[in-house]
């Protein structure tokens, strides 16, 4: 895939040719955030249709932007007309926009969101590191699926308890799009792992049960071993599952430049970006001129590397306790 194309599928330019499932659920959920209208329906998080909805109902393509970020996660919902910052309900950082990449798994194997006071239970943090530095193992994986499986829940509920008169009725079409830590689209390692885990996260969410490290365990054995992600007794939810070209994988450089490019602070001519985060600074040399009454943006340079704040910090701690040692 090239940088154009994936700037196409930011922006929501390709469509889907599938053909849309049926799903009807009403079960009530304990992972609701916001009371929904007493008139209506409860909806969950692990639905992915209003309840009622009919395969011959209006298409609406729905695109979930997750920035799975190092320290914090963010994420936007966008459409043709309109994007949304996701909430996550949480001012401790001073944003409410932020949601701490961290997992909490108590004795029984349910997770919760790191940042989640009222749950308890062993806090699993770092879950990103692992991936930048390449040794990633099977149970970073599962508690990295766990994590973004609580995200997508979280994102669809929010979408339908808040924007519910804009979308019911309509067939939700669900795409993801994931940005990758990479300046290259030809990290094939990389993209299948994050494919592997979005693939398995996805299906974990839409299972009306609480979240839990067995769980992702099982659903990533049956990724790596070829089989239905889904056992006999969730037969009824395969219809949810997404389609492998819904879930859009580019270097997350594409996504900042594109996002420069759509705002109103952009300006026309040559850029240096530079994204320091907590894993990884990201670099990147763009143009921006008006042609034909369109913002063109040519990438002329990026580069990436593992030297975000994090590293930084590792380093002066280290630094100081060899000065110590040494003294």
């Known amino acids: 895939m090239s940088w154009f194309n994936s700037i196409r599928r930011l922006l929501g330019l390709k469509q889907a ?12 959920s304990q992972t609701s955030f916001i009371k929904s209208n007493q008139a209506a329906e409860p909806l969950t998080g692990d639905l992915t249709q209003f309840p009622g909805t009919k395969p011959s109902a209006p298409k609406q393509q729905i695109i979930i932007g997750l920035d799975f970020g190092t ?6 919902i966008s459409e043709v007309r309109i994007s949304h910052a996701v909430p996550f309900m949480s001012d401790k950082y001073g944003n409410p926009y932020l949601l701490l990449s961290a997992l909490k798994v108590n ?33 970073d994986l599962v508690n990295i699926i766990a994590f973004l499986a609580l995200v997508l829940r979280h994102c669809r509920l929010w979408l339908m308890e808040n924007h519910r008169l804009t979308y019911e009725g309509k067939y939700l079409d669900w795409y993801v799009n994931v940005g990758l830590p990479t300046d290259s689209y030809h990290d094939e390692a990389l993209t299948a792992t994050y494919h592997k885990v979005v693939t398995a996260a996805w ?22 071993r070829g089989e ?13 599952l997404i389609f492998a070209e819904t ?45 034909e009454g369109e913002h063109r943006f040519p990438i002329f340079a990026k580069a990436l590397r593992p030297l975000g704040t994090y590293y930084l910090m590792r380093h002066r701690a280290e630094k100081v306790r060899n000065d110590v040692v040494y003294q």
């Open 17 to 28: 040719d599938k053909g849309p499932p049926d799903t009807t659920c009403d079960k009530i």
């Open 71 to 76: 320290a914090f996660t963010k994420v936007v």
């Open 247 to 291: 879930i859009g994988l580019f270097p997350e450089f594409v996504a900042q430049v594109t996002g420069y490019v759509r705002s109103p602070l952009r300006k026309q001519d040559l850029h240096l970006m530079i994204d320091v985060g907590a894993g990884t600074i990201d670099i990147s040399v763009f143009n921006v001129f008006e042609s």
């Open 107 to 139: 004795s029984n194997g349910e997770c919760s969101f790191g940042h989640d006071a009222r749950s308890s239970g062993q806090l699993v943090t770092n879950l990103k590191m692992k991936l930048l530095q390449g040794c990633a193992s099977k149970d």
């Open 203 to 224: 299906a974990l969410s839409i299972i009306p049960d609480a979240v839990t490290i067995h769980c992702a365990h099982k659903i990533l054995s049956c990724i790596e």
């Open 228 to 240: 239905r992600l889904l056992d006999e007794d969730c037969v009824n939810l395969q219809d949810r």
